[in-house]
């Protein structure tokens, strides 16, 4: 189904974005930051309480605007947070902090939206009930290779460019934070394109997304 295909390229872009920091986020606290290891807990929690606590303003959001709209101004939300990071240096610890706090909020979007619009879009097909396996087998296998190839990817490219974990000099530390911050801005922006692209000038592919509410 072309919908299905176009909305499963927003997903593995859009989530190899949100991958790509999870996978360098320790590496991240302890050699740039060099935040004590006492904070790392509450940077991670941080992150996921306000994950959980923006899913109501979402669903705020989703009934005014739509699914589409909803998770184009959830990915916006998050190239805001890690742009900032560039501007991180050792112990600014209340920095990062923010920048936690709204990614975290940025992660709501992702956690409510994408599901949302596979459920709509499994009905669309008249799947339901039949081969919805299928979707969901092809869904959360994109999940998991998610996660490989953040790490196939940013640790080798990390290591091209000088840095390896432990390593505290400029240079490393330089490319340790464009690799936390810059990129996953560029593959949030390649996502929002492709959501623009296949999915909202092509509303048809998935009826109904700019007015449903997603399923609980």
Known sequence: HTGFRRLLMVYMVNGLASAVPATLVLFFVQDLLQAPKSMEPL???LYF???AVSFPLWLWVIDRIGLLRTWACGMALS????VSVVTLSAGATTGFLLVCALSGMALGADLTVPGALLNQLIDLCGERGRTDGA???WWNLATKLNLALAAGLSLPLLG???YSPGQQDADAVLALGLAYGLLPCVLKCLAGLAL?????????LISGSETAHPSA
Not at 79 to 82: D, K, Y
Not at 196 to 204: K, N
């Open 43 to 45: 940077f991670l929690s």
């Open 49 to 51: 309480a306000a994950g």
């Open 79 to 82: 190239v805001l947070a890690f």
């Open 135 to 137: 979707f969901m087998g």
């Open 160 to 162: 091209l460019w000088g």
């Open 196 to 204: 623009y692209i296949g999915l909202m000038r092509r509303s048809d």
